[in-house]
T-cell receptor
Framework: EDQVTQSPEALRLQEGESSSLNCSYT??????LFWYRQDPGKGPEFLFT???AGEEKEKERLKATLTKKESFLHITAPKPEDSATYLC????????????FGAGTRLAVHP | GAVVSQHPSRVICKSGTSVKIECRSL??????MFWYRQFPKKSLMLMAT?????????EQGVEKDKFLINHASLTLSTLTVTSAHPEDSSFYIC????????????FGEGSRLTVL
């Protein structure tokens, strides 16, 4: 069964304190691994897609990496506006674009 | 980027009534749309896959007579919660993809349903 586990559930950082969020997955043939940001009461906002082990992508203070078993979302020198829930999802090759989501990491960045 | 719009964003209804939520892809055609449900501080749970011109595919445990899905055109899918009960209160989110090989999905803003 395809499964996604994210850790930690919640993370509190001081502004400027870099950290990483983890996403472990099991999937029968990975088509893609997705990272989304979700603000309270809003739909998920697309951040990155990673397709193969070793791939990395960056956007502003965020960097996503992928191995055969897990993905990391690195946040460098975070700002309070980075506070949100970060969701990881996997898409199997046989899944008709269906995404299986992890429970998310709630990030709070304090000034 | 691609835009997916949901309407209404918030709805309050009485128990026993039915509520319809619309999901539109504004600048692309989507043969497939997905409906998710999200409880507070929980992740998105896939309810069903909506296929244009054919029946929706429901995930295990989701009642298809309770949650009616219609995908009448390439830009519109609707979710109707029939005979709503308080336990149906939740955040419902739709998503759609442009197709192709990337598999990237775009999400609507979500619809908050409260059943009294």
């Amino acid at each position: 069964e395809d499964q996604v586990t994210q850790s930690p559930e919640a993370l509190r950082l001081q502004e400027g304190e870099s950290s990483s969020l983890n996403c472990s997955y099991t999937v029968s043939g990975l088509r893609g691994l997705f990272w989304y940001r979700q603000d309270p009461g809003k739909g998920p906002e697309f951040l990155f897609t990673l397709y193969s082990a070793g791939e990395e992508k960056e956007k502003e203070r965020l960097k996503a990496t992928l191995t055969k078993k897990e993905s990391f979302l690195h946040i460098t020198a975070p700002k309070p506006e980075d506070s949100a829930t970060y969701l990881c999802a996997v898409q199997a090759r046989s899944g008709y674009n269906k995404l299986i989501f992890g429970a998310g990491t709630r990030l709070a960045v304090h000034p | 980027g691609a835009v997916v719009s949901q309407h209404p964003s918030r709805v309050i209804c009485k128990s026993g009534t039915s509520v319809k939520i619309e999901c539109r892809s504004l600048d692309f055609q989507a043969t497939t749309m997905f409906w998710y449900r999200q409880f507070p501080k929980k992740s998105l749970m896939l309810m069903a896959t909506s296929n244009e011109g054919s029946k929706a595919t429901y995930e295990q445990g989701v009642e298809k007579d309770k949650f009616l899905i219609n995908h009448a055109s390439l830009t519109l899918s609707t979710l109707t919660v029939t005979s709503a009960h308080p336990e149906d209160s939740s955040f419902y989110i739709c998503s759609a993809g442009k197709g192709g090989n990337t598999g990237e999905l775009f999400f609507g803003e979500g619809s908050r349903l409260t059943v009294l």
